[in-house]
């Protein structure tokens, strides 16, 4: 977990009805790519992973992950929901999700897993970064897991030797399209076919820009661009409107400084700051892998049960909740109906972390209802009433 003391300036203060649907919104969908570029430049001696993260967040991020026992040491890049868009590990393998109306790699939505392959929570590609070392042990574990999203998005994996593999589904069955070249996937396909000149020995500054080319304008353009060297680790942010920003830096360096994190919208400025400590949901398989506190605060729990009790029929208990944030909630009773009329009923909850927060307490549980799991974060005012709830990480069964 990240250190107490920092933890809660790094949560934005949002209404809780209003992040709660948005996220629950692309959640659904899983598919958070819009219009996202992502190639490798190889010639067996050299391989750079290169990728354009499209979308309508603005609130990007790289995170470390330190190696553990049975883990590698990784960077994951992605938004403010904690779930890796893509990544790199210490072993030289990178991935990224792609997701493109009218992409040359189709999508199935009829798709369902073999019911022989096993169910891991949460993000796979988060579970195979920290597991693989090859694209070979990479197809090995997606014919061994389960990823119900294949229905809807690729997914592009690349190590160091330049081999890459595109996973997907068609025609209700898994597909993996392997390579030892150079190629692309997604909205700049057909501009780094143009582009890129097979003969010339891959060098970061055509990749760099090529991704420049395919950089997309707009609120659901480009929110950051990057680069890997999959033998050195070295990662590279652009800046195309001030190539001066552009910043480089070493994972190996960066996992050596622990578990932290940086917006990729200020690197150049926070990468020479003291570390900020990770969020709660950028932490491991936050969903599964956590720790209860051992004091549970039961009068607090039992207002968080009764603010759920009806939650089957759609309905809030608004008792424990401020006046004016009851009011926000009303004025979106039926948006809550028809989201938590989903759940089903409440198992378990569990305290896992406890601060203050100015004037109030921040108190965050991971909540099992019969069809969903989720991350919460319940803020406390003064008088003992819940004022804003944020939801940091969800998954659905």
Known sequence: MGNSQNQNHWF??????????????????????????????????????????????????????????????????????????????TKGLAFDWVTVDGDSYTVDPNYVPDKKLIKLNKNTSQWMLERCKTVKEAINFYQTYSEPAFARTTLFIADKSGN?????????????????????????????????????????SEGSEILRQCAVAGSGGTKYSNSYNLHTGEIEFYNFANPRENTKFSLSDELKKGA?????????????????????????????????LKNQEHKITAKIQYLFSEVTSGKLKYDDLSDSFTNDLKKSEENIKAIYGRFGNLKSLELIYKAKVQNSTDYSYIMKFENVSILWQFLFNDQHKIYDFNTLSIVWK
Request: aromatic share 14%; proline share 3%; charged share 20%.
């Open 12 to 89: 934005k203060h949002l209404k809780g009805i209003k992040i709660l649907l948005t996220l629950l919104f692309f959640l659904f969908s899983f598919s958070r790519s819009m219009a996202c570029t992502v190639f490798v430049l190889t010639d067996g001696k050299k391989t750079y992973f290169f990728n354009n993260e499209d979308f309508t967040n603005t609130k990007t991020r790289i995170w470390f992950v330190p190696k553990g026992k049975g883990h590698f040491g990784c960077a994951y890049v992605g938004f403010d929901d904690g779930e890796g868009q893509g990544g790199l590990n």
């Open 164 to 204: 890459s593999v595109v996973i997907g589904s068609k025609n209700g069955k898994l597909y993996f399209d392997t390579t030892s070249k150079s190629r692309g996937s997604g909205y700049g396909e057909t501009t780094f076919q143009k582009l890129h000149k097979t003969e010339n020995v891959p060098t970061i």
């Open 260 to 292: 932290h994190y940086y917006e990729t919208s200020k690197i150049t400025a926070q990468i020479n700051q003291s570390v900020v400590p990770l969020t709660l949901n950028m932490n491991r398989h936050i969903l599964t892998m956590y720790q209860p």
